[in-house]
């Protein structure tokens, strides 16, 4: 049987090595010898002896956190021997390694999958998301391990070292150290009274020193509240509060 199906760059990649790596730049592949965590609904195809188990949102504590921000990830604890291989509607995935000391801000919508030895608590953004229907909380990781998350296109990873402003909707992620805050980018004028607008009411904006990962999309941000298999909700704080 001859098929470009089967050139070298579609066959399984092997590694002696176990966690997780790239299949693709839109499949992981988490060659396991132990377990990880992963987002409910991404696991795509199995070899081995693997066990799924659901976690909600990883401990009672943040699954009160989930049901009251709307934010979170939905969780699956994968465990065995073997190789699994995740994904999520074509998305694009980007590996961050995590080192002793380090703390990533994260939006929950696009976590995929991450070392089970990483720490991950959901908190407050200060300063930013409610006036944008984007959200107050964001799922925030810390201690030694690999995280996978998506991204929708190639993103763009910005140094904060001058006062930066994006679009709520496109941050992914940030250094959590990073001060956020509200910025309102439209001015308001003649224009604005008759219903004009640029379409850039506001921004989040984010000052210190670190980075912030920007995607090229504004789609709508999304807690993972009740969500499975890559269906988001919309509405953030505000749509929990009065049931939207």
Same mark, same amino acid.
């Given at each position: 049987?001859?098929?470009?199906l089967?050139n070298a760059?579609?066959l399984?990649?092997?590694?002696?090595?176990?966690g997780?790596r790239?299949?693709?730049? #839109?499949? %992981? /592949?988490?060659e @396991?010898? +132990?377990?990880?965590m992963?987002?409910v609904g991404?696991?795509v195809?199995?070899q081995?002896q693997?066990?799924f188990?659901a976690l909600g949102?990883?401990?009672?504590? #943040?699954f %009160? /956190?989930?049901k @009251?921000t +709307?934010e979170?990830v939905p969780?699956?604890?994968v465990?065995?021997?073997?190789?699994?291989?995740?994904a999520e509607?074509?998305a694009?995935?980007?590996l961050?390694d995590?080192?002793?000391?380090?703390?990533l801000?994260i939006?929950?919508a696009?976590?995929l999958?991450f070392?089970?030895?990483?720490n991950?608590?959901i908190?407050?953004?200060?300063g930013?998301?409610?006036m944008?229907n984007?959200?107050?909380f964001?799922?925030v990781f810390?201690g030694?391990?690999?995280i996978a998350?998506?991204?929708k296109?190639?993103?763009v990873?910005?140094s904060?070292?001058?006062p930066?402003y994006?679009d709520p909707?496109?941050?992914?992620?940030w250094?959590a150290?990073?001060?956020?805050g509200?910025?309102?980018?439209?001015q308001?004028g003649m224009?604005?009274?008759?219903g004009?607008?640029t379409?850039e009411?506001f921004?989040?904006?984010?000052?210190g020193?670190?980075f912030v990962?920007?995607q090229p999309?504004?789609?709508?941000?999304?807690?993972?509240?009740?969500?499975a298999?890559?269906?988001?909700?919309?509405?953030?704080?505000?749509?929990?509060?009065?049931g939207n």
């Amino acid at each position: 049987m001859r098929s470009e199906l089967f050139n070298a760059d579609n066959l399984e990649k092997e590694s002696a090595q176990p966690g997780l790596r790239l299949q693709n730049s #839109k499949l %992981l /592949k988490a060659e @396991l010898n +132990g377990e990880f965590m992963a987002r409910v609904g991404s696991m795509v195809a199995y070899q081995g002896q693997v066990q799924f188990e659901a976690l909600g949102s990883g401990g009672i504590g #943040k699954f %009160l /956190k989930q049901k @009251l921000t +709307g934010e979170g990830v939905p969780l699956m604890r994968v465990r065995g021997h073997g190789d699994v291989f995740l994904a999520e509607n074509a998305a694009d995935i980007h590996l961050i390694d995590l080192e002793p000391g380090d703390a990533l801000s994260i939006n929950g919508a696009n976590v995929l999958a991450f070392d089970s030895s990483l720490n991950y608590d959901i908190k407050m953004v200060q300063g930013a998301g409610m006036m944008s229907n984007a959200g107050l909380f964001n799922c925030v990781f810390s201690g030694h391990g690999r995280i996978a998350v998506t991204t929708k296109g190639t993103p763009v990873v910005l140094s904060v070292d001058q006062p930066t402003y994006v679009d709520p909707q496109a941050a992914i992620c940030w250094s959590a150290n990073l001060q956020t805050g509200y910025h309102r980018a439209e001015q308001l004028g003649m224009g604005t009274l008759l219903g004009r607008t640029t379409g850039e009411r506001f921004t989040m904006s984010f000052s210190g020193q670190g980075f912030v990962v920007v995607q090229p999309s504004e789609e709508p941000p999304g807690g993972f509240a009740g969500a499975a298999g890559g269906q988001q909700q919309d509405g953030g704080i505000l749509g929990n509060i009065f049931g939207n």
